[in-house]
């Protein structure tokens, strides 16, 4: 019940990544009460189809989901390891790889704690108040799931490249924002700047302010309700989109492709090298590289299946409480 | 006294925290998006026009939403097929592959798009086996297609995932005890009942592979008037410094943007008032 | 502590919430605000409270203005609805809450807090729950627990909004007579919000009744069901009879049947006469103002219950009157009815 009606508001725009995850926040009771439901519904006919076709919609679930899926995941590792355990680490040591590393880091670190920050504040403007425009604002705020990465990372070329708004300007100061970090974190900024906000703002909606006005009334301070009562409450859900934040921001390619210049050593972020690396038929560095992506991505999906049982259990007692 | 006093709220801090996400939303999103459209009213009518329909865009833009459509169908077909499979039957390894779905979301798209070329080249685990069927994937328009049928799967899958799982079993019993066998049951009440969900999930799976970039230029071959996507001609456009170029593609993508963004709401709506929320 | 609330008037876009509402509370007064859901009740609450701002008028706690005060500086003790306990506090750190986010400098150490925290669970009888989390308790125990937390801050005035609404029958009976002893025992001057009529009745020592926004009636439980000051408090508190009636010159009819009652002052035209059940003088055919045949009895306790068709008038009416049960009716019988007390009020429509 609540994944549908969180699913299908009017005010959902084009969902991307978030979108999944605001679904999954909301799914997991609704999945589990509705897994036991199936698993009596299920040993009556009456809801199954005949053997075989039950068994040819299994298979070509499987297989499809092992061919498009599960192949590509295993080729990454298998390529990495192609050349022996010393090649693969011996790429990762490359300096290239390092400053690529320690790049990626960076700016995942920046991205996700300005995301973090304004996430949260918007969420507390969307979800504790009414007022109008909420649905367009937060239209405004997904905005960047339905724009291809290319263009997340052109629009900052035309503010601040050589031909851009701003070039001429930023040349005769001497500041760079364009093919050095500034530029790079902008377009991560950009690409992940709905995850947080959407993340929190279903949840804090569900909520309510009736804890947090408790709170007031009870003399308690903006700051101190925030801190005391509304963020141990929303923990769980914080935690969920900068994870999802970070994945994206660490994994970000086209946006950061089109504004970082590909400056070795200097402007490449792992995504960036493993291009480079694969199109100079470097396939075992370039895999290396890819692999602690992929590994990255495995470690998200099983932090964020573990969250979602968190927040499952997050909901349980104010469904009682009903 | 009391007008002032009128529009305070019970919680504090509303006039803080939207100031600070109306500033941070138009630092980080309104004003670029903002600059990309001003930069195309440099251009004339004619001289808009003239590049979105030189042989080179229209191309491009073809393969990319044609491509995106072709993949977008199968997504729709199969991933209704694996939604059936992962919460209607009970299999080994089911919440396995549920997980899994996930994978295209979480993956970075650069490692996507070498993983895809890598296995789907001349010498690849399934590149080599259709090489010998004559069927060449990597570096044609059918290497887009598969990449963007693997980015796409999540959203049908995800979309209609909850639905299903959140439909009334009576109607089901009701159609049974109606006299009506399962394949009716089965079309005639329940994917009925899906079309919304089914309908977004497909809207998405499509925008998503319109603005595809990573996952898609290793395996496309990148020729142009053939296998060059609209994201791809943007980058080349601007290595070109042809900002103007590079700018009327991006205006036309995203605009068919927002198109599918309208499309998904109103279908959501009309999702919500079809089936009312319990 | 008093209360004064003048001209309050509350919109939601163009719906008046409330409309021009003047109320006064005594100290150490337990006041009902009694309504129809959607009569502004729980806005008027909220505005007392400093978690909702009206358009117009003016609050004073004890003399003193409260609207240019938040919630956090009023010293008002509010219990939810629903509780709205901390989910993720233990109940000893709910009570402990508002003792715990004082200024600093007037902040207690934590061995006072401690205490006054096992004091009030005391005085709620829960203090063997303090280390559970609310999703661990029954509703009447959450709603103790709720009013506890409100009582930490030493409230200087106590508002809760329907205490009892989510609760069970039986509970419900049990905790309006703790809190009524309660009340008796700590004397706070309170407001609770209820829809419920017995409640209202039985537990405050003044009611006010409201509707669409306006307030209908202040006065004593007895007051206000005894002597209604309108159609709409008469119709909402104790069961009545309506009966629409026509007066003219000091004279009641209905439809071309004269009743044999004094019109009371009441306006020519287009009336209705109230009357409660159990305010009928049952007697034989032909003794009384209104006649008619008695279709069903149902009795139970002291009372009988009787559906009876009245014969004279527009159409067909049915009434249901309650009859002590030393004169049994009978399905069939044509009895004569008397109002002994009753109100006649102009028809409003």
């Known amino acids: 019940m609540s994944t549908q009606t969180s699913f299908v508001t009017p005010a959902t725009p084009l969902r991307t990544y978030a979108s999944t995850a605001d679904l999954a926040i909301s799914s997991p009771s609704a999945r589990r009460a509705s897994d036991r439901a199936r698993a009596v519904a299920v040993s009556k006919d009456l809801r199954s189809e005949p053997g075989p076709i039950r068994f040819i919609i299994i298979a070509l679930a499987i297989s499809f989901l092992t061919i498009f899926v599960v192949l590509p995941l295993v080729v990454v590792f298998a390529s990495a390891f192609s050349k022996g355990i010393s090649a693969y680490f011996a790429a990762?040591?490359?300096?290239?790889?390092?400053?690529?590393?320690?790049?990626?880091?960076?700016?995942?670190?920046?991205?996700?704690?300005?995301?973090?920050?304004?996430?949260?504040?918007?969420?507390?403007?969307?979800?504790?108040?009414?007022?109008?425009?909420?649905?367009?604002?937060?239209?405004?705020?997904?905005?960047?799931?339905?724009?291809?990465?290319?263009?997340?990372?052109?629009?900052?070329?035309?503010?601040?490249?050589?031909?851009?708004?701003?070039?001429?300007?930023?040349?005769?100061?001497?500041?760079?924002?364009?093919?050095?970090?500034?530029?790079?974190?902008?377009?991560?900024?950009?690409?992940?700047?709905?995850?947080?906000?959407?993340?929190?703002?279903?949840?804090?909606?569900?909520?309510?302010?009736?804890?947090?006005?408790?709170?007031?009334?009870?003399?308690?301070?903006?700051?101190?309700?925030?801190?005391?009562?509304?963020?141990?409450?929303?923990?769980?859900?914080?935690?969920?989109?900068?994870?999802?934040?970070?994945?994206?921001?660490?994994?970000?390619?086209?946006?950061?492709?089109?504004?970082?210049?590909?400056?070795?050593?200097?402007?490449?972020?792992?995504?960036?090298?493993?291009?480079?690396?694969?199109?100079?038929?470097?396939?075992?560095?370039?895999?290396?590289?890819?692999?602690?992506?992929?590994?990255?991505?495995?470690?998200?999906?099983?932090?964020?299946?573990?969250?979602?049982?968190?927040?499952?259990?997050?909901?349980?007692?104010?469904?009682?409480?009903? | 006294m009391s007008t002032a006093v009128a529009r305070r709220t019970s919680?504090?801090?509303?006039?803080?925290?939207?100031?600070?996400?109306?500033?941070?939303?138009?630092?980080?999103?309104?004003?670029?998006?903002?600059?990309?459209?001003?930069?195309?009213?440099?251009?004339?009518?004619?001289?808009?026009?003239?590049?979105?329909?030189?042989?080179?865009?229209?191309?491009?833009?073809?393969?990319?939403?044609?491509?995106?459509?072709?993949?977008?169908?199968?997504?729709?077909?199969?991933?209704?097929?694996?939604?059936?499979?992962?919460?209607?039957?009970?299999?080994?390894?089911?919440?396995?592959?549920?997980?899994?779905?996930?994978?295209?979301?979480?993956?970075?798209?650069?490692?996507?798009?070498?993983?895809?070329?890598?296995?789907?080249?001349?010498?690849?685990?399934?590149?080599?086996?259709?090489?010998?069927?004559?069927?060449?994937?990597?570096?044609?328009?059918?290497?887009?297609?598969?990449?963007?049928v693997f980015i796409g799967i999540p959203f049908v899958v995800r979309t209609v995932q909850p639905v299903l799982i959140d439909l009334d079993p009576e109607i089901e019993e009701a159609a049974a005890s109606l006299g009506a066998n399962r394949w009716h049951t089965v079309f005639r009440v329940i994917l009925p009942s899906?079309?919304?969900?089914?309908?977004?999930?497909?809207?998405?799976?499509?925008?998503?592979?319109?603005?595809?970039?990573?996952?898609?230029?290793?395996?496309?071959?990148?020729?142009?008037?053939?296998?060059?996507?609209?994201?791809?001609?943007?980058v080349i456009r601007l290595s070109e410094f042809r900002y103007a170029d590079a700018t009327a593609i991006a205006v036309v993508m995203l605009l068919a943007a927002f198109v599918i963004i309208f499309a998904v709401n109103r279908l959501q709506r009309w999702a919500q008032t079809r089936i009312p929320a319990h | 502590m008093t209360i004064e609330v003048k001209n309050i008037v509350k919109k939601f876009g163009a719906f008046a919430a409330l409309d021009n509402v003047d109320l006064k509370v005594g100290k150490g007064e337990l006041l009902a605000l009694l309504g129809p859901s959607g009569s502004g009740k729980t806005t008027l609450l909220r505005i007392i409270a400093g978690l909702d701002w009206p358009d117009a008028g003016e609050v004073r706690i004890d003399g003193e203005d409260a609207l240019g005060?938040?919630?956090?500086?009023?010293?008002?003790?509010?219990?939810?609805?629903?509780?709205?306990?901390?989910?993720?506090?233990?109940?000893?750190?709910?009570?402990?809450?508002?003792?715990?986010?004082?200024?600093?400098?007037?902040?207690?150490?934590?061995?006072?807090?401690?205490?006054r925290v096992k004091e009030l669970l005391d005085l709620v009888q829960l203090d063997w729950l303090a280390n559970r989390y609310p999703s661990q308790l029954s509703g009447g125990q959450r709603q103790r627990i709720a009013l506890a937390r409100a009582l930490a801050i030493e409230p200087r005035i106590l508002l809760l909004d329907e205490p009892f609404g989510a609760l069970d029958a039986k509970v419900r009976k049990e905790l309006r007579q703790w809190l009524r002893s309660l009340h008796s025992e700590i004397h706070v001057t309170s407001i609770f919000v209820t829809h419920d009529q017995e409640e209202a009745l039985e537990v405050a020592n003044q009611v006010v009744v409201m509707d669409k926004g306006r307030i209908?009636?202040?006065?004593?439980?007895?007051?206000?069901?005894?002597?209604?000051?309108?159609?709409?408090?008469?119709?909402?508190?104790?069961?009545?009879?309506?009966?629409?009636?026509?007066?003219?010159?000091?004279s009641v009819r209905l439809g071309d049947r004269p009743l044999n009652i004094a019109a009371d002052g009441a306006a020519s035209g287009a009336s209705k006469l109230f009357v409660r059940r159990h305010d009928m003088q049952i007697g034989p055919a032909g003794t009384g103002s209104l006649e008619g045949a008695v279709r069903h009895v149902r009795s139970f306790g002291p009372i009988q219950r009787a559906e009876v068709a009245l014969s004279g008038g527009e159409g067909k009416m049915v009434i249901e009157i309650d009859a002590p049960r030393d004169r049994e009716l009978q399905a069939g019988e044509i009895i004569s009815l008397q109002p002994r007390r009753y109100r006649i009020f102009a028809a409003q429509d």
């Open chain 3, 69 to 115: 005060h938040g919630a956090s500086e009023r010293h008002v003790g509010f219990v939810f609805q629903h509780y709205a306990l901390f989910r993720h506090m233990t109940v000893f750190e709910n009570v402990a809450f508002g003792l715990r986010v004082q200024p600093r400098a007037v902040r207690k150490d934590e061995a006072t807090i401690r205490a």
């Open chain 2, 11 to 148: 919680l504090p801090g509303f006039g803080l925290t939207m100031g600070l996400t109306l500033t941070w939303l138009s630092v980080i999103i309104l004003i670029p998006l903002a600059g990309l459209f001003l930069k195309t009213l440099e251009l004339s009518p004619g001289q808009f026009w003239e590049i979105l329909t030189s042989r080179r865009t229209l191309n491009a833009l073809k393969i990319s939403f044609g491509l995106s459509f072709a993949a977008a169908c199968v997504n729709l077909v199969m991933g209704t097929i694996i939604v059936w499979a992962l919460v209607r039957y009970r299999f080994p390894g089911r919440r396995l592959f549920d997980a899994i779905v996930d994978i295209p979301f979480a993956l970075p798209t650069a490692v996507a798009g070498v993983a895809l070329t890598q296995l789907f080249a001349q010498k690849g685990w399934l590149g080599a086996p259709l090489a010998e069927l004559g069927i060449k994937v990597a570096f044609t328009p059918i290497g887009i297609f598969l990449a963007m």
């Open chain 1, 92 to 322: 990762l040591a490359e300096p290239e790889a390092l400053s690529a590393i320690r790049l990626t880091l960076l700016v995942a670190a920046i991205s996700v704690g300005l995301n973090l920050l304004f996430g949260v504040i918007a969420a507390w403007a969307i979800a504790k108040f009414d007022f109008r425009g909420k649905t367009f604002l937060i239209t405004l705020i997904d905005l960047p799931f339905s724009v291809s990465p290319v263009i997340s990372g052109l629009v900052f070329v035309l503010l601040f490249g050589a031909q851009g708004y701003w070039g001429t300007w930023l040349q005769a100061h001497n500041i760079h924002i364009l093919f050095a970090l500034p530029g790079i974190a902008l377009a991560t900024i950009f690409v992940t700047f709905p995850f947080v906000a959407r993340s929190l703002i279903p949840l804090m909606q569900e909520q309510g302010t009736q804890e947090e006005e408790a709170a007031i009334s009870l003399g308690a301070s903006g700051l101190q309700t925030f801190f005391r009562v509304t963020l141990p409450n929303i923990k769980w859900g914080l935690l969920y989109g900068v994870l999802l934040c970070n994945a994206r921001a660490m994994g970000e390619f086209g946006a950061v492709s089109v504004v970082s210049g590909h400056i070795r050593g200097e402007t490449n972020t792992m995504p960036l090298l493993v291009e480079i690396l694969y199109n100079e038929y470097q396939f075992v560095a370039s895999f290396a590289i890819a692999s602690l992506l992929a590994m990255l991505a495995l470690i998200t999906l099983v932090v964020k299946t573990v969250l979602e049982q968190r927040l499952d259990e997050g909901q349980m007692p104010r469904d009682e409480s009903k």
């Open chain 3, 216 to 250: 209908e009636q202040i006065g004593t439980p007895g007051d206000v069901y005894d002597n209604p000051a309108t159609a709409f408090v008469h119709g909402f508190i104790g069961e009545s009879i309506v009966l629409p009636v026509e007066v003219a010159g000091g």
């Open chain 2, 194 to 234: 899906l079309i919304p969900a089914l309908l977004t999930g497909f809207a998405l799976a499509f925008a998503r592979a319109v603005g595809e970039y990573g996952s898609v230029i290793f395996i496309a071959g990148n020729l142009p008037n053939v296998s060059e996507i609209a994201p791809l001609l943007i």
